[in-house]
């Protein structure tokens, strides 16, 4: 058995439909999908939207994906929030890990607690 391309499988099966006058389910048979058989490609251009992200993303350093997925509807982009996440990742815009407040203002704390007790270098 030699593997044949999918526009080859296509033209096999068009060829076997119009030859023999059966349906599209019969002439895939075994050795081919349907869905493969009906698959319409779509135009990947999505530049436009990256542009935009980009625009977003610069002008609001602290926002994540979904906030600039709803700032793109409100604008009129109509697409899906996974398209905007892919894309977004894509990019390399993804946030890093904020670290809490609670932590930073423990480790001043402790920092300061330090130095107090040391003060001249020389503990009591």
């Known amino acids: 058995m030699h593997l044949l391309t999918a526009d080859a499988l296509l033209g096999a099966v068009d060829e076997v439909r119009n030859e023999w006058l059966v349906s599209i389910r019969r002439a895939c048979g075994l050795e081919f999908d349907r869905s493969t058989y009906d698959y319409k490609s779509r135009p990947y251009g999505q530049a436009p939207l990256e542009q935009k992200i980009k625009e977003i993303c610069h002008a ?32 390399g815009l993804q946030l890093g890990n904020k670290t809490p407040q609670r932590r930073l203002k423990a480790k001043s704390q402790a920092r300061d607690a330090i130095q107090r007790d040391l003060g001249d270098g020389l503990r009591p």
């Open 60 to 91: 609001r350093v602290r926002y994540g994906y979904c906030p600039v997925y709803v700032l793109l509807r409100h604008e009129g982009w109509r697409h899906g929030q996974n398209k905007t996440r892919r894309v977004y990742h894509e990019l």
